[in-house]
């Protein structure tokens, strides 16, 4: 089944003090492990870019707009620009996605409850598989519950009836290719 790795908001802006992800720096390196695993295996990469307003951390051309240097985009790896909380809202990612083949997609990246969970959500509604990177997402406290609780809840809540889960290490083990 053909896979792309879809990698969610993970942009300068969302990791300025005094507001930190939780576990943002573990987080982003697991991401970081599996995007080169992703293009060591030639796996399809999109990178969503959120513009969040011209008041925003994440403005679009502002330093918080751009991505995390340690996920950035290389070469032809496609960005998908967003002012919504889907990435499939009003962009061309389904349509790229559907040019390519691709029914299968591994997400992770940041926030947990706005568009990391809306990704999956909508991927599933279009028919795609969907597995979220339970250890690769990640959101900020907030006064209600902690970024712990957040994403515990999210990983509970859409496994099994929406995605699949799997850690980076188990996620795109199936196209790793025996040396030799």
Known sequence: MPTALLLVDIQNGLFVPPLAPHQ???VVARIAMLLARARAQRTPIFHIRHDGGDHSALAKGSPGWLHHPAVAP???EP?????????FHNTDLHARLSQLGIDHLVVAGLQTEYCVDSACRTAVTLGYRVTLVKDGHTTYDTPILSAAQIIKHHNHTLDGSLVDLATAQEALLSRTKEPG
Do not use: T, W, Y
């Open 24 to 26: 943002g720096d573990e």
């Open 74 to 76: 290389r070469g032809d």
């Open 79 to 87: 960005v998908i620009e967003k002012c919504h909380s889907s990435a």
